[in-house]
């Protein structure tokens, strides 16, 4: 069973950055499309950056350049650095591996950015 905690979140002014990792307890992340989603209250859940087993990755156009998403197949861990952050960025965020049409998720970290 494939097992995903994430780590990283906390309370930041706006202007400020973070650092989210998301660690499998297996190696599956090197070999499959993994993303981070966030959720904020009241609203739906939305992609915020992936990145693939070839490492080409994606980026929700509310993120692009302030947030980057890499991997380190090393230590099964894929990261989303976030700089810049605006309150609106708010939310919980969850990490999600795609294994042969099977999204697993970790639980989930909050993140709160100050005005």
């Known amino acids: 069973q494939v097992r995903l905690v994430e780590s990283g979140g906390g309370l930041v002014q706006a202007g400020g950055s973070l650092r989210l990792s998301c660690v499998a307890s297996?190696?599956?992340?090197?070999?499959?499309?993994v993303g981070w989603y966030r959720q904020a209250p009241g609203k739906q859940r939305e992609l915020v950056a992936d990145i693939s087993s070839d490492s080409s990755t994606k980026y929700a156009d509310s993120v692009k350049g302030r947030f980057t998403i890499s991997r380190d197949n090393a230590k099964n861990t894929v990261y989303l650095q976030m700089d810049s952050l605006k309150p609106e960025d708010t939310a919980v965020y969850y990490c999600r591996g795609l294994v042969l049409g099977y999204a697993y998720w970790g639980q989930g970290t909050q993140v709160t950015v100050s005005s």
């Open positions: 297996t190696n599956i992340l090197r070999r499959n499309l």
